[in-house]
């Protein structure tokens, strides 16, 4: 499919620092419905069509498919490497060992440097590839304060290294933020966190915001394709709102381009993800043109109903009572 976006629309973001980024990246989750084979197809044609930003982890098992992908554009020269914004992240096995972590998705991927280093999840407890939502892993633990300040002072080794060139924090709540900022060396640049219409996190997005941390939002759709797991009696599908229709209609796109644009305007960086090259290009050329009106961003606003779709279910510990412990709802940090 041939593409003609306009580049220089593609919308940017200023980080605390100054550094100026891409405003819209593009996912490395197959949400274990697509291969790793799959998913880089799509990179490739991604990078074809414009897209610079590109967000992975260690743990969807595909970075070294990818990473020569990233290779072959930059040795084609369709991209430098300096183009490229790639983000990865360190699973929760390896909290304990974040420089051979990091340094193995850098080799994986094949890009020197690592732009944007994430810790995933704000504890150690990890799942096995593709499990169930009962599944439980006994060494679990709750949130520890120390134990995040000391995963995080390796991230800050690795920029001292030259290894990455910024941290990023995950799934993390205000209580843990307020918790963990006031120890850490390095301030993180950006926070991504579950942001789609129907689950704006408004009070959270807002903390971050004021504390020059940029919102990174994964799931901009509702990830209708997102794993078994994931998926909970009592769901709502964003995209298939009638407000969300009605916006559609106005702009002659699908939903799908409401919600992205509903991100972008609303200044968090939203991460969409695709296989289907029609819809590569329509996530990116949406926010090029016709924004949405300050009266359909307030409609929008509106459908906020507390909407997680990522509950953790797999990340409780044995004294947990239910996922919502893992999300701190009750203002403080469940032990």
Known sequence: MEANINLQA??????ASGEVIPGVGMGMFGSDRCSAEQVAQAIAYGIKVGYRMFDGAACYGNEAVIGPVFKEAIDSGIVSREDLYIMTKVWNDSHDK???ACRKSINDLQCEYVDMYFIHWPFPNY?????DVDSRNPDSKPFSVDEFVKTYRQCEELVEKGLIRNIGLSNMTIPKLEAVLPQLKIKPATCEIELHPCFQQQELFDYLVEHKIHPIGYMPLGSPARPERDIMPGDVADMDLPEMKAIAK???????AVALKWASQRGQIPIPFSTTEKNIVANLECLTKDPLTEEEMQVIAGLECNNRLVKGHVFLWESADDWQDLWDEEGYIVK
């Open 10 to 15: 593609i919308p940017k973001v200023t980080l």
């Open 98 to 100: 974040v420089e051979a």
């Open 127 to 131: 799942h096995a590839p593709g499990c």
């Open 250 to 256: 106005a702009h002659n796109v699908h939903p799908a």
